[in-house]
Nanobody, 118 residues
Framework: QVQLVGSGGGLVQPGGSLRLSCAAS????????MGWYRQAPGKKRESVAA???????YYADSVKGRFTISRDNAKNTVYLQMNSLKPEDTAVYYC????????????WGQGTQVTVSS
């Protein structure tokens, strides 16, 4: 079992930056993939970014070049640096951990709200 705690959301103006964190309750060294999904009001949950245990990264086309995912195995934490934020990035962001494939979530953190608005 892994408990995940997400943090770092908030309100930011367009063009601004935020960093999300996802802290795991145990070592993430051998967890296959961790990352984030997001869900905007009235929309389906969509994948955002993921990172494997070998630090291979994946991004949704909509965030490529703006978001960067990283991991710190010593702190059991994964980070999502979000730059050049747009209003369409507004959503609840959910971190996840998966044991088998990139986007398959076995564990979820609680959501954290990100609002991009002037």
């Amino acid at each position: 079992q892994v408990q995940l705690v997400g943090s770092g959301g908030g309100l930011v103006q367009p063009g601004g930056s935020l960093r999300l964190s996802c802290a795991a309750s145990r070592s993430i060294f051998n967890i296959y993939a961790m990352g984030w999904y997001r869900q905007a009001p009235g929309k389906k949950r969509e994948s955002v970014a993921a990172i494997t245990s070998g630090s291979i990264t994946y991004y949704a086309d909509s965030v490529k070049g703006r978001f960067t995912i990283s991991r710190d195995n010593a702190k059991n934490t994964v980070y999502l640096q979000m730059n050049s934020l747009k209003p369409e990035d507004t959503a609840v962001y959910y971190c996840y951990a998966g044991r088998t494939t990139i986007w398959s979530a076995d564990y979820w953190g609680q959501g954290t709200q990100v609002t991009v608005s002037s």
